[in-house]
């Protein structure tokens, strides 16, 4: 399959969630988030075309991965088209001199994407997978991770009564939160407003009104207790509200919003950190 295709595709996938949206199918908005959420590793594309292809996958593979986790393909099953970067080496020089980057004095290099197919892990059937251990509405370890990402950032964390009935507050470099707020509450909260702080105070500012704002750091916010295991409680139907209905909004800011989810879950990842390899 050719570059153009794949890209192609993956085009149609963003415009299968605008049009399902303008046609009042909010829960295929749910479904990418939570997408997004699951595959937080994968790049913005990937988990448009994951999405796409397969909404309800948690746990995608290659057949060699799956293999070698004892579990096989299962007749019939179609595989999930994604992206693939084809990296190699080459040896650099400067001025004529080779410089040693590694032992053997060559550099990794991205030459460019392949069509690969992946396999949902119910798709497959064999040895049962070690389980992971799931949050479920506990925060702990994770809260902390996330105070520690927001001090490596140089944001500045407070906490205030007097800022009540809001939440939580950000300021351009400091957070205050409301004191006394439960555990899950104050989580989903913080990134709320870090999200503020990594989308909305350079050129976005400016160029986003308040409700686009509020709308990316509450998908923000989702994606990311989604990704953790917090039950959000948020109905697609209440969700989709805070997109207003308005499917430009949405196409312009979801890569935006993966992106930001991504580095902060990046940065509040258990170690060792358990993923899968990303594309």
């Known amino acids: 399959m050719k570059l153009e295709d794949i890209k192609n595709k993956t085009k149609d996938a963003v415009d299968y969630l605008v049009q399902s949206l303008e046609s009042g199918h909010s ?4 479904q990418y988030l939570g997408a997004m959420a699951r595959f937080h590793t994968y790049s913005f594309g990937n988990v448009m075309l994951i999405a796409r292809q397969k909404p309800d996958a948690s746990n995608v593979a290659g057949i060699r991965t799956w293999n070698s986790l004892g579990r096989f393909v299962k007749r019939g099953e179609k595989g999930i088209l994604i992206l693939a970067p084809m990296v190699g080496k080459k040896r650099t020089e400067n001025e004529g ?25 119910t798709q497959t059937e064999g040895k049962e997978l070690p389980t992971l251990t799931e949050v479920q509405g506990d925060v702990s370890g994770y809260r902390e991770r996330l105070v520690q990402f927001v001090a ?11 800022i009540g009935p809001a ?8 957070i ?31 160029l986003t009104t308040k409700q686009v704002r509020e709308t990316e750091a509450e998908a923000v916010a989702f994606v ?11 109905a697609s139907a209440d969700y989709i509200q805070l997109w207003h209905g308005d499917a430009n909004l949405l196409r312009e800011s979801l890569e935006a919003v ?6 902060i879950l990046g940065g509040i990842a258990p170690e060792p950190a358990v993923a899968t390899a990303a594309a």
């Not at 829960?27 to 749910?30: A, D, F, K, P, R």
């Open 224 to 234: 990311v207790c989604q990704s953790v295991g917090l039950r959000t409680g948020t």
């Open 27 to 30: 829960e295929v908005l749910t």
């Open 167 to 174: 939440k939580g507050l950000s300021h351009g470099g400091k």
């Open 258 to 263: 993966q992106q930001t989810a991504a580095v």
């Open 97 to 121: 001199t080779e410089q040693t980057v590694d032992a053997k004095g060559t550099e990794s290099t991205l030459f460019g994407f392949r069509a690969v197919y992946v396999f949902d892990i």
């Open 176 to 206: 205050t939160l409301l004191l006394g707020m439960q555990p899950a509450e104050e989580f989903s909260t913080l990134v709320h407003e870090i999200g503020h702080e990594m989308l909305h105070r350079g050129d976005r500012r400016t």
């Open 152 to 162: 490596s950032q140089g944001i500045e964390l407070n906490y205030s009564e007097r």
